[in-house]
């Protein structure tokens, strides 16, 4: 199930297949850079970031080129773990 689901996103998506160009345009980039909050784009049929602001190094001490799946489910796991 999970799989087609994957494959009906990549296909059929509109927003899927344009997201880079919203990435792209200066405004986004510029509400996202000058927002305090964590804001990501990421491909869930490739588990990808296409996408992450600037405030991850002041949010959680990781600059956004080295922000990857591996430390969000890292930083998932131990905010989990407080609650």
């Known amino acids: 199930m999970l799989k087609a689901f994957e494959k009906h996103i990549s296909e059929n998506c509109f927003l899927c297949r344009n997201i880079l160009k919203l990435i792209d345009l200066a ?6 850079d000058l927002s305090p909050s964590v804001i990501c784009i990421i491909d ?4 990808e ?4 602001s600037n405030s991850t190094l ?3 001490g ?22």
């Open 27 to 32: 405004k986004f980039r510029a509400l996202a």
């Open 44 to 47: 869930v049929v490739t588990k």
């Open 49 to 52: 970031f296409l996408y992450v």
């Open 58 to 60: 002041n949010a959680l």
């Open 62 to 83: 990781y600059p956004p080129e080295d922000f990857t799946m591996k430390v969000f489910l890292k930083l998932l796991r131990s905010f989990l773990l407080t609650k």
